[in-house]
């Protein structure tokens, strides 16, 4: 007798409480989250059980299990299953929720506070009924997802870590996107480039959880995107190891007030420049020198599906391109629409 199959079909409340979680939950939870969105019988491409496998690198049993404790426990105890109830705590941000916390940051410390903290964001937030409880590193993505100056306000203790930051990270025309340059040593033998320190990202307040590398290879003239992922938007770390290439980033975050803006930078294997980017943007690239390789971490792992993109050329958005002789274009993403028209909100 073969294996009972289990199907997927999640209800929009449920995808919403999903990618909540790929946002804020740990590991094992955003694994179970994703194996549901990714089951999900609604999906308008047909991903199957080795797929997911493949991409999230977990066994064919454990998918399997999760499906099968959705559809005969329900949602709640598939993600939060026995022994780790205690999750349920975690805070769900919803629009209004956010709305609030901005709001609540901006009018400034209460109670003869005279700087905001992290934990006293939290606490009051707690105080004015918006959660039960909120953890800091959940409160620290929101800041840096909606560029809030939160640093302006910090305590003087703070002030070595703020200039520390400014040191090693430098801003950009739009909130939360920065370059950083890659510390470099040599001697006779070599030449090395730490192309990440997570250590000097926590000194400096910036919270990534990195979780997948990737090493793109291209030759002159190839340019990608405007891509983005619509379900599980990834915040990312750019560094060219050889050659050189035009990067570009478009503003796609709720509120954002540079939304459908760009910031377009030449990252080249000689300066070793990095580029940081939160989640909310799409990315596209093209390839000036003979060959690039490119390193890209992302927050999330790339997921089959769930792409989509803006047009390269879109008007609206302006992007001044460098020219190239012979200009080399996917054409699934020659047919990408405009922001106009696809309006797309991450």
Known sequence: MGKKVHFITLTNEEKNKLNQIIATAPA???????????????????????????????????????????????????????????????????????????????????NGQTNWTTDAICNECVKQGLFNYIAKSTMRKIIEEEGLDVLSHRSKRSSEKRDYRKESFIGTSISGVLISNAKESSDDE??????????LFVSSDIRYRYAQDILLSSSKGVLRGLRYQKNTSQGKMIFVVSGEVFYVVVDLRNNSKTYGKHFAITLTGKDHKQLIVPKGFAHGYLVLSEYAEIIIKNDVPDLLGDCGGIVWNDPDIDIHWPTVSNLIINEKEKSYPCLSESKIIL
Do not use: H, W
């Open 28 to 110: 094992q939870t955003v694994t179970r989250a994703k194996i549901l969105l990714m089951s999900d019988s609604g999906n308008s491409s047909k991903i199957t059980t080795r797929m997911i496998s493949s991409e999230l690198k977990v066994s064919l049993a454990t998918i399997q299990q999760v499906r099968k404790e959705y559809t005969e426990g329900g949602f709640d105890n598939c993600i939060y299953p026995k022994g780790r109830r205690s999750l349920n705590r975690r805070a769900i941000i919803t629009e209004e929720k956010r709305k609030a916390i901005i709001q609540l940051i901006k009018a400034g410390p209460t």
């Open 190 to 199: 070599e030449q090395s480039f730490e192309v990440f320190n997570k250590q």
